[in-house]
């Protein structure tokens, strides 16, 4: 699959491809999407934001479901911080080409723009230190599985909320580094709120390789980071990949 350039960031977090067609895309953690989150998301009039942890038993019955929203599989007793969803402006629910999740940890679809067709996955991986299933490595084996299902020629945005710290400008090839002369191509940019990838950013940066995609959201500078309430760690768990 070939990786386009990283996109440019634009007025209100606007995204313009080589192509010259822009979508504004976004994520974000609900934390349980009630009906005043939902319409607040949709406030927002992003082309394509993309909701983790929803916490919804029952998607199916959101307004817009299969159209303007795309959702996960329901959560179960297993996984009740679990819940998927992709919120979509009209004009790009009529594009809507194909769609599909993999559990209640993964959504997608394909989207027919312009200059070509988006698959936008959208992701809840599951935290580190978690004692039943689903664990990290299967929420990354299932983003995998629907990575899989894009086209060659598909532009892939991967999006959500990946529990992972990204390190600054992790190399393309992992057995190439830099040198005076030749810079190696990276998977992330100098804008990572972290200097170097945890375990689960560098599971993260194993699916971005082996398909091609690098961490767009780490080439500028984010307006803001979350502070964990409890430790007040500066962090950055949630990223946007093309």
């Not at 990283?6 to 953690?29: E, F, H, M």
């Not at 080439?219 to 309430?229: A, G, I, L, R």
Request: with cysteine; aromatic share 6%; charged share 25%.
């Amino acid at each position: 699959m070939r990786r386009p350039p990283p996109p440019r960031q634009g007025v209100g977090g606007k995204w313009t491809t080589p192509g010259g067609s822009t979508i504004k895309v976004g994520c974000w953690n609900v934390r349980a999407l009630s009906p005043a989150t939902f319409e607040q998301c949709k406030a927002m009039k992003m082309d394509v934001l993309g909701l983790s942890e929803t916490h919804d038993a029952k998607p199916h019955l959101r307004p817009g479901a299969g159209t303007t929203y795309l959702h996960g599989a329901p959560i179960t007793e297993e996984d009740p911080a679990a819940g998927v969803g992709i919120l979509l402006s009209t004009n790009m629910a009529k594009c809507v080409v194909a769609q599909g999740c993999d559990g209640s940890r993964h959504v997608w679809c394909r989207i027919r723009c312009a200059d070509g067709i988006r698959f936008i996955l959208s992701s809840y991986i599951p935290v580190f230190g978690r004692k039943k299933p689903p664990l990290r490595k299967d929420g990354f084996d299932g983003a995998r599985r629907c990575l899989s299902l894009a086209r060659p020629s598909d532009i892939v945005i991967w999006i959500g909320d990946m529990n992972a710290r990204l390190g600054r400008c992790m190399p393309e090839d992992i057995g190439k580094a830099r040198t005076p002369t030749k810079k190696a191509k990276t998977i992330t940019g100098p804008f990572s709120v972290h200097r170097e990838a945890n375990e689960g950013g560098e599971m993260m940066a194993e699916v971005l390789r082996d398909h091609g995609l690098c961490a767009a959201s780490t080439y500028f500078k984010q307006p803001t980071s979350w502070n964990k309430e409890r430790s007040r760690a500066r962090s950055n768990a949630t990223f946007q990949a093309t």
